[in-house]
């Protein structure tokens, strides 16, 4: 972890984490477009 975090925000903190290997991430293949949902129809 950060030792001296005084005057740091919680972003600058992850950004730090992040550039030193401490945080990770996974990018996940996308899966194509999402369908859009089905409309009910309103009887007049």
Same mark, same amino acid.
């Given at each position: 972890?950060?030792?001296?975090?005084?005057?740091?925000?919680?972003?600058?903190?992850?950004?730090?984490?992040?550039?030193?290997? +401490?945080?990770?991430?996974?990018?996940?293949?996308?899966?194509? &477009?999402?369908?859009? &949902?089905?409309? +009910?129809?309103?009887?007049?």
């Amino acid at each position: 972890m950060i030792s001296e975090t005084a005057g740091l925000g919680a972003a600058d903190i992850a950004l730090l984490e992040i550039g030193e290997g +401490k945080l990770a991430w996974e990018i996940y293949a996308e899966e194509g &477009p999402l369908e859009a &949902p089905v409309k +009910k129809r309103r009887r007049a």
